[in-house]
């Protein structure tokens, strides 16, 4: 007898569409059936428990002071250059020294292993050059500065000269003819004084 009941009250109605123990409870009762129909939801619940165990015990990544890493690179062709670690400014951040007086600091998502070699060359070893000063500046002799503008002053006159021969013979050989244009007058007594003159006669 219970097994009927149980049957019937887990069957929908022709009418209702609804079987009773949904309209009584608000779900169906638990039969047989259920236990042997998988339930995705608990799966996909107990599986992110585990996943989330899992990235919890993860051990993090770590550099040591002078391991040679690859550094991402935001300012060029290449997108790794070869550094040096120098430095860890905080749990995931370093500094890498990529070159002569240049370092980066780099997250270690952007960082990569690596054994290839940095060519550490200091500045200071560096012969200078006989035409750059400290800076590392071109600087140009002080007699060519001064003979640039008696260059620019020699050479300004035939273009001038050349511009000026262009005008006259476009205006040579001008097809249409020229318009004189004669300013309105305003503000004239006399004309005034001829309009009156005219309106009273």
């Not at 042997?36 to 993090?60: M, W």
Request: aromatic fraction near 4%.
């Amino acid at each position: 007898m219970a097994k009927v009941l149980l049957a019937y009250r887990n069957t929908p109605h022709s009418t209702t569409g609804e079987s009773p123990s949904v309209l009584f409870l608000g779900r169906p009762l638990r039969t047989r059936l259920d236990l042997v129909k998988p339930d995705l939801q608990r799966k996909v619940i107990n599986r992110q428990i585990d996943q989330a165990g899992r990235k919890g015990h993860s051990p993090t990544r770590q550099l040591s002071i002078g391991q040679t890493v690859m550094a991402r690179n935001y300012s060029g062709k290449d997108k790794f250059l070869p550094g040096i670690v120098l430095a860890q400014t905080g749990p995931l951040s370093y500094e890498i020294k990529v070159g002569p007086n240049r370092i980066w600091r780099r997250h270690i998502d952007q960082l990569r292993a690596s054994s290839v070699k940095v060519n550490d060359q200091s500045d200071d070893t560096a012969e200078p050059h006989p035409e750059l000063g400290e800076t590392g500046q071109n600087i140009a002799p002080a007699e060519e500065i001064v003979a640039e503008p008696d260059i620019e002053l020699a050479t300004n006159p035939p273009v001038v000269q050349q511009q000026e021969a262009g005008r006259a013979t476009t205006g040579s050989e001008q097809r249409y003819p020229t318009r004189s244009h004669q300013p309105p007058v305003r503000w004239d007594l006399n004309c005034l004084i001829r309009k009156l003159f005219k309106k009273t006669t």
